[in-house]
């Protein structure tokens, strides 16, 4: 059941080579990552066969979502804005070339291991360009959070850590674009989805346990209970360095995950 794919191939333009980009651990791919990739780029299309006409890629919430449940067998290319189109032709379809131009941004990275310290993370990280920034966010005490971020010179240092998978002092990191720095894909939900909750967890306590990671907004637990609640942070990256991990609260493992926006539909006042 593991058979899901972990990178899928891209095109800009027919004729060019492709770019194996890199998917999100729930199968989907982030538009954060497409445009870091292809800057400008709004869209995916692909082909059944070469007789076929195009298809566009369904997008939502951030993210595409693989044609019919699977990407195996496909080929994507690049959609740019109708506005684009003329300025495509000039430049023989290859706005990408220039990349090397384009801002950079901070970079989250999640699942630091807690004894990493910040020499460390650089030395790793610097094998992909010059880095102007390292941090590790800590808690008052000075203890690691688990996540940090990282700032290249350099815009194709940051495609490039962008778009890999990272073994970090014997543990699996991930790189990512924050959602405060997504622009108009900022839609990444601030909100995280905690299973396995028992009924003697309240909402202070889940406040309490998850308020030394970063600021909270709001904490709810569905009534009557069915075992699950979600938290809702200040700064979206906090809620995405949460995600896909487990932690121990009241002597209880719940587990944290993005929380789906649908579930909101079945919140109780």
Request: overall charge negative; some cysteine; glycine content about 8%.
């Amino acid at each position: 059941m593991e058979n899901i794919e972990k990178y899928i191939p891209v095109c800009e333009c027919e004729g060019e080579d492709f770019m194996e980009i890199p998917l999100e651990s729930d199968g989907t791919l982030s538009t954060a990552t497409l445009s870091a990739y292809f800057p400008g780029v709004t869209g995916l299309k692909f082909r059944l066969d070469s007789y076929s006409p195009y298809r566009a890629l369904r997008l939502y919430d951030g993210k595409f979502h693989a044609p019919e449940g699977s990407w195996a067998g496909h080929k994507f290319y690049c959609v740019h804005p109708k506005g684009d189109k003329r300025k495509l032709e000039e430049t023989d379809c290859k706005p990408s070339k220039g990349y090397h131009s384009m801002s950079c941004t901070d970079l989250i990275v999640l699942g630091l291991p807690y004894q990493l310290s910040e020499t460390q993370m650089r030395e790793y990280f610097v094998q992909f360009g010059k880095l102007v920034m390292v941090q590790i966010k800590r808690d008052a005490s000075g203890n690691s959070k688990g996540f940090g971020f990282i700032r290249y010179e350099d815009y194709s240092s940051q495609a490039k850590a962008l778009g890999q998978r990272h073994y970090v002092n014997n543990r699996w990191v991930e790189v990512k674009i924050p959602a405060s720095k997504e622009g108009y894909y900022s839609k990444v939900p601030h909100k995280i989805f905690v299973g396995r909750l028992t009924e003697d967890i309240s909402e202070p306590d889940l406040s309490k346990y998850f308020s030394q990671y970063g600021e909270i907004t709001d904490v709810f637990i569905p009534k009557p209970f069915r075992a699950f609640g979600f938290v809702t942070f200040n700064d979206a990256s906090v809620a995405q360095s949460l995600c896909d991990e487990d932690h121990i609260v009241k002597g209880v493992s719940l587990h944290i995950s993005e929380a789906n926006p649908k579930s909101d539909q079945n919140r109780v006042s």
